[in-house]
């Protein structure tokens, strides 16, 4: 025969798995992924990108300067959300000819590009086209710190 002490301890069994099955189910809701590159100016046109499932986050570059500079590509999928970040911590020297950013799978909901100072540039120098990209306009100054994207 079970007693209640055994009932119990069943019981207690019972509910740290079900919130061990809850917590290991949240956690598999959010992925993320996060690479470091290098900006290699004067070479022409190049992209970097990254994958979480079946979304893509590309950013493609023209740019010119002196040196090499690592940048971070990163893309975090919430529940259907996703952001995608280009970021480089530090200042850059490098001046881009162009840029293109978009996320695949998605529909753009909003964006934002920060210039060296940290400020957010103006929309009138950058856009978002019909096929969900964001461009740079050619009125733009040609320096920037990061780009994010999100879409849902």
């Not at 840029?99 to 400020?119: K, W």
């Amino acid at each position: 025969m079970v007693g209640e002490r055994e009932k119990k301890a069943v019981v207690v069994v019972l509910l740290v798995l079900a919130v061990i099955t809850q917590v290991a189910g949240r956690k598999r809701k959010t992925q993320e992924v996060e690479e470091t590159f290098s900006l290699r100016p004067n070479r022409g046109a190049d992209s970097v990108e990254v994958s979480v499932g079946s979304h893509t986050c590309v950013f493609r570059y023209d740019i010119v300067g002196g040196s090499s500079e690592d940048w971070t590509l990163s893309m975090t999928v919430t529940k259907g959300d996703v952001e995608c970040v280009i970021h480089r911590p530090q200042d850059s020297y490098l001046y881009f000819l162009s840029f293109d950013a978009s996320i695949s799978g998605v529909d753009l909901v909003d964006v934002s590009v920060y210039d060296n100072t940290g400020e957010v540039l103006r929309n009138d120098v950058y856009y978002i086209s019909d096929d969900g990209h964001v461009r740079n306009e050619e009125n733009w100054e040609g320096t920037i710190r990061e780009v994010v994207l999100f879409g849902a």
